[in-house]
Structure formats: structure tokens, C-alpha cells
């Protein structure tokens, strides 16, 4: 009996020793499909990142496009100006010159309209102020309550102060070039045009030590200035010129019986922001 029992053994372990490769297999094979299932999700996983990522610069470019556009349909150029200028008194009468600086101030806005495609032909049209004073050697009283005009030889009488100062309100209108690009704010220009200004307010001062004379509102300055003008240059840099097409004063103010048919040409910078 204990020779059969041994027998049976011996076989039971056979077949389990017999059924281990079986067993190995299956557990390979299982074990393989299960790396290619997390495989594939892997590269699902890579492919769908890589399309949302595709996705997202595609937005990106639409939506800089789209700015960029926008950006374009409202470039404009040069909309607000600064001018300091020195202000030159032509066709002046015998005896008449200058002394000390004669300056002028000029602020304003130009709207800007551009011509081409480009952008960078265009016409502006604005509203400005602008303050003249011109120191000189032309001594303006009163007599009768009128404006009374005498040249003062400046080698005989030594004035402290002799001055005529002019506010006009500017309307300007102007032709532009410009090498600007939407991308850049340093360009080279040229800008010309025509300006007709309107007297705000004048007034002139004369003093000699005690002697001190204050005139405002003198009737003899020509209400209406009209002039030409053009400024160039590079980026912050422009040179400016104006000049008066028209005297300052009206024909009824003279030196000696003859009008004083004086213009003006300001020379100076000119400033543009925005």
C-alpha cells in the first residue's frame, strides 16, 4: 500500500511540474498585453496633448492677428505738438530792430487722416494756442486814447523793457509724409500746410525807470494772421518755420505817416507726442 501511495505522488507531481510552462506563458503573454494596453495609452495620451497644444497656438496666432488688425485700422501719427520758436519781425520800419529774445509758444491737437494703405501719407486738421512776444525797440502810448507809435533810439534812451505780446487761437491744416510703420515710433517727417490764427489778446509793455506804460487790447493789431509752414526731421527732432503772409498790424498804425507793414518768421522745434 505504501508502494502505490508513492506511486500516486511521484505522478501528482509530474503534472504540476508538467503544467509550470503552461502557467509561465500565460502569465508572459498577460503580462505583455498589458504593456501594450499602457502604451497605447501613453501615446493617446501624447497625441491628444500634442493636438490641444496645436489647438492652442493656432488660437494664439488667430488671436495676435487679430490685434495686430485692429491695431492697424486705428494707427495714426503725430496728434498732439509742443513749438518753442524765436520770432523774427520783417519789413520792419528805418530805426526799428530787436533786442533780447523774442519767443514764441505753441500747443495744440492735430487730427490725423491717413491717405493710403501705408498710412503714411495723410492730411491733419487741429486746433491750437499760441503765444508771440516780440521785444523791440518800438515805444506804442496812448494820445487822445489812440495808439500813438514812436521808434526809441536805444543809443540815446536805455529802456528797461519794451515789448508787444500777441494770443491766438491756431487752426491749422496740414499735408504729411512720414517713413513711420505701425511697429516703430522713430520715423523721419515732413509736414507743410497753412494756419490761420485769431487774436485772443494783445498787449504791450513799455518801461523806462519810472516811466511805465501798459496797453491792452490795441484795436491797430490785425484780428486775423494767416501763414505758411513746415516742419521735418527725425523722431523727437523737427525743425520748424512759420511764416506771416499778412502784417500784424492794421494800415492806420504808423511810424511818422508811413503803416507798419511788419510780418512775422518763427524759426524754432517742434515737438509731436501720440
Do not use: C
Amino acid at each position: 500500500m505504501k508502494k502505490y501511495f508513492s506511486i500516486f505522488i511521484f505522478f501528482i507531481s509530474l503534472s504540476a511540474f508538467a503544467q509550470d510552462p503552461v502557467k509561465e506563458k500565460q502569465i508572459k503573454q498577460a503580462q505583455e498585453r498589458e504593456e501594450q494596453e499602457r502604451i497605447k495609452e501613453v501615446l493617446s495620451n501624447d497625441k491628444t496633448t500634442d493636438i490641444r497644444k496645436v489647438e492652442e497656438d493656432k488660437k494664439k496666432k488667430d488671436s495676435i492677428s487679430a490685434t495686430v488688425t485692429v491695431i492697424d485700422s486705428l494707427y495714426r501719427e503725430d496728434q498732439f505738438y509742443i513749438g518753442l520758436t524765436y520770432d523774427l519781425l520783417q519789413n520792419r520800419p528805418d530805426g526799428v530792430s530787436q533786442n533780447s529774445f523774442s519767443s514764441g509758444v505753441h500747443i495744440g491737437f492735430l487730427r490725423d487722416f491717413p491717405l493710403n494703405k501705408r498710412r503714411n501719407i495723410a492730411i491733419a486738421v487741429g486746433l491750437g494756442y499760441s503765444m508771440n512776444d516780440y521785444r523791440q525797440n518800438i515805444k506804442i502810448t496812448e494820445v487822445d486814447g489812440k495808439p500813438f507809435y514812436e521808434v526809441v533810439n536805444e543809443n540815446d534812451v536805455n529802456f528797461d523793457k519794451n515789448k508787444f505780446a500777441l494770443h491766438y487761437l491756431d487752426l491749422p491744416i496740414e499735408f504729411r509724409w512720414r517713413t513711420s510703420t505701425i511697429q516703430s515710433h522713430r520715423f523721419w517727417r515732413i509736414y507743410t500746410g497753412f494756419k490761420l490764427s485769431y487774436l485772443l489778446l494783445n498787449k504791450s509793455k513799455y518801461v523806462q525807470g519810472n516811466e511805465k506804460v501798459r496797453i491792452f487790447g490795441n484795436d491797430d493789431f490785425n484780428k486775423l494772421q494767416y501763414g505758411a509752414y513746415i516742419s521735418f526731421g527725425y523722431n523727437t527732432w523737427n525743425f520748424h518755420a512759420y511764416y506771416g503772409l499778412n502784417s500784424l498790424f492794421k494800415s492806420e498804425a504808423k511810424i511818422d505817416g508811413k503803416s507798419i507793414d511788419m510780418n512775422t518768421l518763427n524759426i524754432g522745434l517742434m515737438f509731436y507726442i501720440l
